[in-house]
């Protein structure tokens, strides 16, 4: 008996930092995947590797009563997800999971089920969410529908600093910008669908940040995007990855020809994804 999932990672984060009391985030899917495997077996040894993955499948195991039959499974990950740059690659790891014990044992996805489980384990991307929200990623108690994911493209850019984000969430750094009047442009833009408001928000809320974690790339990557016509910056509050905004995917990929400016970094062009562009595993019911 097995099952497999696919889910996406994200590119950072379009805003992060304090609303309503909390530290929430604001993110969206994009086309780099994690493929996941969960399957019976006597001796599983391939967990192992998957730390947090392994820990889930325990975990709702027990929650589901199951508990007896943790040492019958493993789990194996196929990923173009980088790890530990602020691309969710553990957040995608834990939805694939989740998804293949839903259909291993015939349950319907609860998400808030989901979320209590995920944040036991470490702060959590919103791309767990069929739509774009505002979530509290650390605590999971507050998750606010802001609308559906729009269509937008990223040139991104990789560094090669890794990020615990466990780690990182536990150091004693300055706390989050206040980020209450750029939700407003958010929300502004996906109503009217206007991905400049989108990327404008995303670059104020990188800049309010820098005191928490400066990207070496900043000025290198604020210069290609204003030489390219990029929309404003996007990245990992908590990872080492900084994007470029594009309403236009020729435009973007005009800019991918001057990636290499950016010197010590791998290019990524990206792409957000829509409920109807890959498997929607989100949306899996038994049949």
């Known amino acids: 008996m097995e099952a497999c999932a696919i889910y996406p990672g994200s590119c950072g984060e379009i805003i992060q930092g304090h609303v309503y009391g909390k530290d929430m985030l604001i993110s969206c899917p994009v086309n780099l995947f994690a493929a996941v495997r969960v399957f019976e077996c006597q001796k599983p040894i391939n967990r192992l590797n998957y730390q947090k993955s392994s820990t889930l499948l325990d975990n709702i195991l027990k929650r589901w009563g199951y508990g007896y039959l943790n040492t019958q499974f493993d789990i194996d990950i196929k990923s173009s997800i980088p790890k530990s740059k602020g691309f969710a690659s553990s957040t995608a790891d834990l939805c694939g999971v989740y998804i293949c014990l839903l259909k291993l044992f015939k349950r319907q996805f609860d998400i808030k089920e989901a979320v209590e489980e995920f944040v036991k384990i470490e702060p959590t991307d919103s791309i767990v969410f069929r739509d774009m929200v505002l979530f509290d990623y650390k605590g999971g108690k507050h998750y606010e529908n802001i609308g559906g994911y729009l269509k937008f493209y990223i040139l991104a850019f990789e560094g090669s600093r890794v990020v615990d984000t466990l780690e990182f969430n536990k150091r004693d750094l300055p706390p989050l910008s206040d980020i209450s009047d750029i939700l407003k442009l958010v929300k502004d833009g996906i109503e009217s669908a206007d991905i400049s408001k989108i990327a404008q928000a995303s670059a104020i809320s990188i800049r309010r940040n820098l005191n928490r974690l400066p990207y070496d790339i900043y000025n290198a990557v604020e210069k290609l995007s204003h030489a390219t016509g990029g929309l404003g910056l996007i990245g990992g509050h908590s990872g080492n990855v900084l994007g470029i905004i594009y309403d236009d995917r020729e435009r973007c990929m005009y800019a991918v020809e001057n990636a ?27 049949g």
């Open 260 to 286: 290499n400016a950016i010197a010590g970094c791998k290019p990524y062009l990206l792409e957000t994804l829509l409920g109807n562009e890959y498997e929607r595993d989100y949306d899996y019911r038994p």
